[in-house]
């Protein structure tokens, strides 16, 4: 693809200007596109298109929290600070063990406000949540031995 006529080509766009505009080629969650020889994500191609600049070292996040949406109203250049806030709010990369076990169940089902508070602690020490996870199932659960 070497035009934005090209690229908007793939784009369904069908759902009105305010909907999500999913990417009609290759994803892998995200779209890929091909861009004069390389790949790059279709929603950072989007916002490249579209006029606006991303700084190196910034991300390409969705408001929509729809990952093949390439429409540049659904889009906001961010750090990875607001990039990682954004997934805790959104409840995102936590909860989504494979297993039936309580940890599991604990994740599932953690209320709203112990998962903001697990997620806050973890972010601003910037270490790992699981550590902080472990210790509010333990809080919740009282400890095994």
Known sequence: MKTAAEFWARVDQGAGPTACWPWGGRTTGYGQARWNGAT?????????????????????????????????????????????????????????????????????????????QVNAAALKDGRSRDAYVRRALEAAVGRRS
């Open 40 to 116: 790059i994500p279709a929603h950072r191609l989007s916002v490249i298109l579209s006029g606006r600049k991303i700084p190196a070292g910034m991300f390409v996040c969705h408001h929509c929290d729809n990952p093949p949406c390439v429409n540049p109203a659904h889009l906001y250049v961010g750090t990875p600070a607001d990039n990682s806030r954004d997934a805790v709010e959104r409840r995102r990369g936590i909860g989504r063990p494979v297993g039936t076990g309580p940890t599991v169940r604990f994740l599932t089902h953690m209320p709203p406000a112990l998962f903001a």
